[in-house]
């Protein structure tokens, strides 16, 4: 039987976490570095999310000028100082490029779930690229930020997207109807999730 935390240890629990998330430090893997955006980030944040193909399954528009690419920029610095839930750039380690972000959507301290959304320039797609990233930020969110349950959702008409979290470890749990309103029309998502329960096993598996 699992012993209930106490009052102390719980709050030193949640601190962990809490500080986890507000203060993530750079992730890094074989061939990309996570790290904060910022606004020398611009050129390359707009290079990319130009494109409408980008675009397409996310729930931002395609830049239509770098002042776009500035504007959430800098959104995302009042992300950093009121300590929200925000994004990693994903910064290609051979060119030194911004190609993509991910990051937690949301974060319930009380359940130790969270949400995790990505993007990636097109010219850099199935190349095992976002499963790199997306690795990379489970394992944090099991590891660093005490997590118990890891979800992520992608638009029914983007398979590629349930892919990498498949690869993952993640487990398609079903499809929340009309759940997303883009341009006008409700659309269809499809939920995966894994457990840290899940995660563990996996981890010795590969191991073994």
């Not at 992730?27 to 494109?51: G, P, W």
């Not at 349930?162 to 499809?190: H, Q, S």
Request: hydrophobic content about 35%; charged content about 30%; some cysteine.
């Amino acid at each position: 039987m699992r012993r209930a935390l106490g009052k102390r240890e719980a709050q030193v629990r949640d601190m962990l976490n809490l500080d986890a998330l507000v203060n993530p430090p750079p992730l890094e893997s074989e061939r990309i570095l996570l790290r904060r955006l910022n606004m020398r980030d611009a050129t390359d944040i707009f290079e990319y999310s130009r494109d409408p193909e980008v675009s397409r399954y996310v729930l931002w528009d395609a830049h239509r000028s770098i002042h776009d690419s500035r504007a959430y920029l800098r959104y995302l610095q009042r992300q950093y100082r009121n300590n929200d839930p925000s994004s990693w750039g994903i910064q290609l380690r051979e060119t030194g490029h911004i190609i993509g972000t991910i990051g937690y959507m949301w974060w319930n301290q009380e359940y130790r779930s969270a949400e995790v959304g990505y993007s990636l320039s097109r010219a850099y797609w199935n190349r095992g690229l976002m499963t790199e990233a997306l690795r990379e930020v489970i394992r944090f969110g099991f590891d660093r930020m005490l997590l118990h349950r890891i979800e992520a959702q992608h638009e029914v008409e983007n398979p590629a997207s349930g892919r990498v979290m498949e690869k993952c470890g993640m487990r398609r749990e079903g499809v929340l109807r009309e759940y997303i309103l883009k341009n006008g029309a409700f659309e269809d998502a499809v939920c995966c999730g894994i457990l840290k329960s899940e995660w563990l096993l996996a981890q010795r598996a590969a191991q073994r």
